[in-house]
């Protein structure tokens, strides 16, 4: 086997550490430390430093629960904050917009019915109690049964996906989706990159890059071009931060930080795929923070 | 945490609620400590996270292990907290006041001083990282997490958390070394 350069070693050294190596890199490995000071030297160093951060924190923050009177606490508020079972409409926002659309349709077939408008009863403006009857009749006269294929628009994340407050990794993320679970889109930007969800978890909007995204239509995947705009309607981005200093921590002035660059600009090939930087194709530009996932 | 206890989760059954928290809380109230530092606001955050869990739990299919897709909730819902706050707090409040010991005990009174100090300089380090170099150095080292469930719980590549915990080691040892120096010469 080739001899291992130092920073080749160093870079399984911290491979091993994060469980990462094959074994046989790890016997390469080891070979390699047996007449290499320099690199045992890095290894110890390393694993000092791994034991002071795990006893740091451990110290920090002990490795308790709650106690016995706070648990019980959290239970009963748990309980009485999850109120399960009530009414939710089917695909979620989707199925609201389907029950407009239903209705509107079914107020234009009244309305086409009863050219008269004014003698038409009920009027658009009934309550639903009153317009109930009628447009449960009247729907499918107007709109028979075999026109009605109804389209359901629904997402896969390929991988668990971050779910951003907007379309790019300067946004914070605001939720997650879950690999192989089914959600329903309620928008898109104009440029068809991204995809906004209603977040599972806290119910705000938040975007999703497309490529982590399978989209289906009545469960046949498609395109996001071939999805039309009433299914999946086009949305405004929001604007994008301005970015504001994170941190609250003043170092001495000889003690200066390094300001962290997003990974698309910091010069390094962060994902090991021989690109850097803006060469790399999963950078969208300098501000990405991520040479991997867009 | 088995198909039928979560379904029974799903319809609201408060024993059913009363394990999921009972197994889960101590993990889940760590986390949230681990990322706000505050015991007050980690406990409304631990609630906050057993709630959204509920709420969403119609939407797990068990693709990922239970904890882990809990981890993710619950760290979103801290980082809910740190944008309500709009502030980073600093890590190292509590080890200014003298009368709490981090020390094990036994030790020479001068080497515990000095551990004292590498602990209190490592969580100020930690606490100037960014959050994405930050969150996977407090679940490798604090929580323990293998790489693969860190990657599963921030929805980000392996590949990627590796390069993120190796750069967040460089900084944090060059930080350390740059205190010790100082430390030395003072």
């Known amino acids: 086997m080739a001899q291992l350069s130092h920073s080749q070693a160093r870079e399984w050294i911290e491979q091993a550490s994060d469980g990462l190596l094959e074994a046989s890199e790890q016997r390469a490995l080891e070979g390699h430390l047996k007449t290499c000071a320099e ?173 982590n995204l399978t989209l289906l239509i009545n469960d046949d995947p498609v395109q996001i071009e071939q999805v039309s705009e009433t299914l999946l309607p086009f949305v405004n981005y929001p604007p994008t931060p301005t970015p504001s200093p994170t941190l609250t921590f003043t170092p001495e002035p000889s003690e200066t930080i390094a300001p962290s660059l997003p990974e698309c600009n910091d010069g390094v090939d962060n994902d090991n795929d021989k690109y850097t930087d803006l060469r790399d194709p999963q950078c969208r530009n300098a501000q990405d923070d991520d040479e991997l996932n867009r | 945490m088995d198909k039928d206890q979560l379904a029974k989760c799903r319809s609201g059954d408060p024993k059913a609620i009363e394990d999921l928290v009972h197994e889960h809380q101590a993990r889940i109230f760590r986390l949230c400590l681990s990322i706000l530092d505050d015991a007050a606001d980690a406990e409304d955050a631990t609630q906050e996270s057993f709630i959204a869990a509920l709420k969403a739990l119609k939407n797990y299919r068990g693709d990922s292990a239970f904890h882990t897709w809990l981890f993710s909730i619950a760290i979103n819902t801290s980082r809910h907290y740190l944008r309500q706050r709009k502030r980073r707090t600093v890590l190292t409040n509590t080890l200014a006041d003298p009368s709490i010991s981090h020390g094990t005990g036994k030790q020479n009174p001068e080497r515990e001083f000095m551990e004292t100090e590498k602990s209190q300089a490592l969580l100020q380090a930690i606490n100037n990282l960014d959050e994405k170099h930050r969150l996977p150095i407090i679940l490798r080292y604090y929580h323990d997490l293998s790489t693969q469930e860190i990657a599963e719980t921030l929805g980000v590549n392996v590949g990627t958390i590796h390069s993120r915990l190796s750069i967040a080691r460089e900084r944090l040892g060059g930080d350390l070394k740059r205190t010790q120096g100082i430390n030395r010469t003072t």
């Open chain 1, 39 to 211: 690199c045992r030297a890095f290894a110890a160093e390393l694993a000092g430093l791994e034991g002071a951060l795990a006893a740091a924190m451990k110290a920090e923050w002990p490795q308790k629960g709650l106690t016995k009177a706070s648990e019980s606490e959290l239970i009963k508020n748990v309980q009485s904050g999850f109120q399960p079972g009530g009414f939710s409409f089917p695909f979620g926002g989707l199925g609201i917009l389907l029950i407009l659309i239903l209705l509107v349709l079914g107020l234009f077939g009244a309305s086409q019915l009863f050219p008269g408008g004014a003698k038409a009863e009920p009027t658009a403006t009934d309550t639903p109690t009153a317009t109930s009857t009628a447009t449960s009749t009247l729907v499918p006269a107007v709109i028979p049964s075999e026109t009605v294929a109804v389209q359901i628009l629904t997402a896969i994340p390929l991988q668990n996906a971050n779910c951003r407050e907007g379309n790019g990794s300067v946004f914070e993320i605001a939720d997650t989706l879950f690999a192989g679970e089914e959600y329903s889109p309620i928008g898109r930007g104009f440029d068809n990159l991204w995809v906004l969800f209603e977040g599972p978890s806290f119910q705000t909007n938040c975007w999703v890059f497309l490529e």
